[in-house]
């Protein structure tokens, strides 16, 4: 299992969710991407797509006042 980290901090919406596809086009199954990201609307577009596509999300959690983290 590989580890990917995606760093869309400044990116705004809806480029985080756009590179996050495109990350996970190619990566295998199994392994994971930990997206860094400071969009509030990211907040819950990543999930909501994550969810409508099947992905699992295994940590969610607010690093400092305005970013966040999603595996």
């Known amino acids: 299992m590989a580890i990917k980290k995606l ?3 400044t990116q705004v919406c809806p480029f985080p969710l756009i590179e996050a596809k495109a ?3 190619e990566m295998a199954s ?3 991407l930990v997206i860094e990201f400071d969009c ?3 907040t819950e577009a ?4 994550a969810a409508e596509e ?4 295994t ?3 607010q690093i400092g ?4 983290s999603i595996t």
């Not at 990543?46 to 797509?49: E, R, V």
């Not at 099947?54 to 999300?57: K, L, S």
């Not at 006042?65 to 966040?68: E, G, I, K, L, V």
């Open 54 to 57: 099947g992905h699992a999300i």
């Open 30 to 32: 199994g392994d994971e």
């Open 23 to 25: 990350a996970l086009a």
């Open 65 to 68: 006042d305005a970013a966040w």
């Open 40 to 42: 509030t609307q990211a």
């Open 46 to 49: 990543i999930p909501q797509w």
């Open 59 to 61: 940590d969610y959690q």
């Open 7 to 9: 760093d869309v901090v």
